[in-house]
Nanobody, 122 residues
Framework: QVQLVESGGGLVEAGGSLRLSCAASGRTFSSSHMGWFRQAPGKEREFVAAISWGGGSISYADSVKGRFTISRDNAKNTVYLQMNSLKPEDTAVYYC???????????????WGQGTQVTVSS
């Protein structure tokens, strides 16, 4: 089982940028596909982005395409989410997810981190 710890969240003005990090521990990381989800108050957790273990396959939610970039550094056991042109509707707790099946990550059926808060002011 893999342990995931998100960091990098904070308060930012609309139009600003943040980079989230998800540090993983465990031998499964190098062969695990990774993804980001977010959950706003009173709403269901939704898919944001996913990346295969080698970085060759990437998927984004339509709402973040062109603004967010997912990447990973397996040597550091870390996956990143670069968020640019942030909007108030991006406000949510962001979670990372990991599984050895890419489609399982997209569905949010892998292991979860504890989440990091992102707040975008208008």
């Amino acid at each position: 089982q893999v342990q995931l710890v998100e960091s990098g969240g904070g308060l930012v003005e609309a139009g600003g940028s943040l980079r989230l990090s998800c540090a993983a521990s465990g031998r499964t990381f190098s062969s695990s596909h990774m993804g980001w989800f977010r959950q706003a108050p009173g709403k269901e957790r939704e898919f944001v982005a996913a990346i295969s273990w080698g970085g060759g396959s990437i998927s984004y939610a339509d709402s973040v395409k062109g603004r967010f970039t997912i990447s990973r550094d397996n040597a550091k056991n870390t996956v990143y989410l670069q968020m640019n042109s942030l909007k108030p509707e991006d406000t949510a707790v962001y979670y990372c997810n990991a599984h050895q099946s890419f489609n399982m990550v997209v569905k949010g059926l892998g292991s979860w981190g504890q989440g990091t808060q992102v707040t975008v002011s208008s």
